[in-house]
């Protein structure tokens, strides 16, 4: 049966092995992209379409540790600007932008789920919450 | 009225890595019973009779949807739980999963009962990935016991989109394709994974289901309102000085679940997330449920000190961001709407945009294809509504910037500096 096979070994294993090389080596490279595809009979415009549809799946290049900053009302009440504003200054970077020694790079999210910690950020899987300006520096300094 | 935790009574109350502990508070009594005492359509009959719904913010019937799943044909059914929790605002389903993974594999499992499926997924968003050993423990430990014969239960990481948080665009990402929404009808039970008659049911909503298969469905439906029955677990953000997570019957009024939360000084209420309602104080009496508000559950206070208009702009940020992008009123009406409250912003806003923003808002919720589209329009109406005093000020200080300048072009902070 056609959707079982689909199932079984293409299109399924798609998003989790384009996770999983993701999580290995940073971004997404056109020739990673071509090995997943190769592997499981689909076409490389696929992958594509799907590493660019997730914020997960970078296609150009990140930092090392990726710090993820949210910018929703919640956060933004609690003065998330500040803390944006202190990450830009700490690592001289704005959001979208990586640090020339690829330690760090920097976006602005939707919510993290983190609203009653209210400012929130993420480093990688980490969630640092209940932030100010003056906490940044020695978070990033951890890293 | 105090809170009412049923769905939150296990959370630190259980050691979320320990089955025992689970078991010693009488988990797993409710799916045993379901298991050896009952039949699938028995199961369906108790649910439907509960009066439960969808705890996502669409408030479908749970009982109902498991039925249709149950009677549709074909060789593979599915059940998934909807753990991409992405509304702005909300943060419960991550203190349930952290708190009472059991609860949740225990409802997984009656459910799997009632429609006979043999694979269960847990979609889990990316951002909560810590949780995911947990769950993973939890599903094991279950298995281990012999409690998930009939199906296996599957973590799914999603990979960092809010709209596969609707149910089609989420299997859509299931099956390794970009996470847009699905033209409906078929719907899910009828058509779903892999086409396939599938059940997509909120965490919260499965969390419920061994308390009722436990104590019955009339203690159930005795709860809430007419449409609404049980509780609610409710994430409270903003301008609060306790913010979490709290449960109340369903119909309990905003002004109560504030007050437990800290709220001072209240100007607005956000309920529902960045696609969700905006209220003024003077609606605070109203009663939370499907019938008037509620949607996932996420209650963000305003003080006096903030601005409306600021506020939607930031929401319409969100969204714009997060439109899949598949269907026109959603994808452009966003970015234009994003553009106007911009302008409103930064002080070169017009009278006509108000319009345009109504024409707008009215055209994406009649022609959006899901949800997010057909959402969009509540805080902007919302906020035309009741906050429309705060747009003309914006307007006229605009006016004035405008001639102020001479008709230049420029922002609030060059004019000041």
Redesign the interface.
């Known amino acids: 049966?056609a959707?079982?096979k689909?199932?079984g070994n293409?299109?399924?294993?798609?998003?989790?092995a384009?996770?999983e090389q993701a999580g290995s080596s940073g971004c997404l490279e056109r020739g990673a992209m071509s090995a997943v595809c190769g592997r499981l009979g689909l076409p490389l415009n696929e992958a594509f379409?799907?590493a660019t549809?997730?914020?997960?799946?970078p296609v150009s290049p990140v930092g090392k540790n990726v710090i993820r900053a949210c910018?929703?009302?919640?956060c933004?009440?609690k003065d998330a600007g500040a803390v944006i504003a202190a990450i830009r200054q700490e690592l001289g970077i704005g959001p979208g932008q990586a640090t020339p020694d690829g330690k760090f790079s920097f976006e602005l999210?939707?919510?993290?789920?983190?609203?009653?910690?209210?400012p929130a950020i993420?480093i990688n899987?980490?969630?640092y919450g209940e932030l100010t300006a003056a906490k940044v520096a020695g978070i990033l300094k951890s890293y | 009225m105090a809170q009412k935790r049923i769905v939150l009574g296990n959370c630190g109350a259980v050691d979320p890595q320990s089955i025992d502990s689970y078991i010693a508070r009488g988990g797993f009594k409710a799916f045993f019973k379901a298991r050896d005492k009952m039949k699938p359509a028995g199961i369906i009959s108790e649910i439907k009779k509960s009066g439960l719904t969808g705890r996502g913010g669409a408030g479908f019937s749970t009982g109902l949807k498991w039925e249709l799943a149950r009677n549709a044909r074909g060789n593979e059914k599915y059940l998934i739980c909807n753990a991409d929790e992405g509304e702005v605002g909300t943060f419960k389903d991550k203190y349930l999963l952290s708190g009472d993974p059991f609860g949740l594999v225990e409802g997984l499992a009656i459910a799997g009962l009632a429609i006979s499926a043999k694979q269960a997924y847990i979609y889990l968003r990316q951002e909560y990935r810590s949780i995911n050993g947990l769950l993973t423990g939890a599903i094991a430990q279950a298995a281990e016991r012999g409690y998930l014969k009939h199906m296996d239960i599957t973590v799914f990481e999603g990979a960092g989109a809010y709209i596969c948080g609707e149910e089609s665009a989420l299997m859509n990402s299931i099956e390794g394709r970009r996470g847009e929404s699905r033209y409906k009808p078929p719907f899910p039970p009828q058509k779903g994974l892999w086409d396939m008659p599938t059940i997509i049911n909120n965490v919260e909503t499965l969390m419920n289901v061994p308390h009722i298969i436990n104590k019955g469905a009339d203690w159930f439906s005795a709860m809430g309102t007419a449409r609404s029955k049980g509780t609610k677990v409710f994430s409270v953000s903003g301008d609060v000085s306790r913010p979490g997570v709290y449960e109340l019957v369903m119909g309990s009024c905003l002004r109560e679940l504030l007050e437990l939360a800290g709220a001072s000084d209240t100007r607005a209420v956000q309920v529902g997330g960045a696609a969700g309602s905006i209220l003024p104080a003077s609606l605070l009496d109203t009663p939370l449920s499907h019938e008037t508000y509620l949607g996932s559950g996420a209650v963000v206070a305003l003080n006096s000190t903030r601005d409306i208009i600021d506020a939607v702009h930031n929401d319409l940020h969100f969204l714009n961001d997060e439109s899949c992008g598949k269907c026109t009123p959603c994808r452009e009406g966003t970015e234009v709407m994003l553009e106007i409250y911009g302008r409103l912003k930064s002080g070169d806003g017009h009278q006509h945009d108000l319009a345009a923003l109504e024409d707008l808002a009215r055209a994406m919720a009649a022609a959006s294809l899901c949800g997010l589209g057909q959402a969009a329009a509540v805080p902007v109406l919302d906020s035309l509504r009741y906050f429309y005093n705060d747009y003309i000020d914006r307007i006229n200080q605009s006016h004035f910037l405008r001639s102020y300048l001479g008709g230049e072009l420029f922002t609030i902070e060059e004019a000041i500096r």
């Open positions: 049966m959707n079982k689909e199932q293409g299109r399924a294993g798609l998003l989790p384009l996770k379409g799907v549809f997730y914020s997960f799946l910018r929703c009302l919640p933004d009440l999210v939707g919510c993290i789920g983190a609203c009653d910690q209210a993420m899987d980490r969630v």
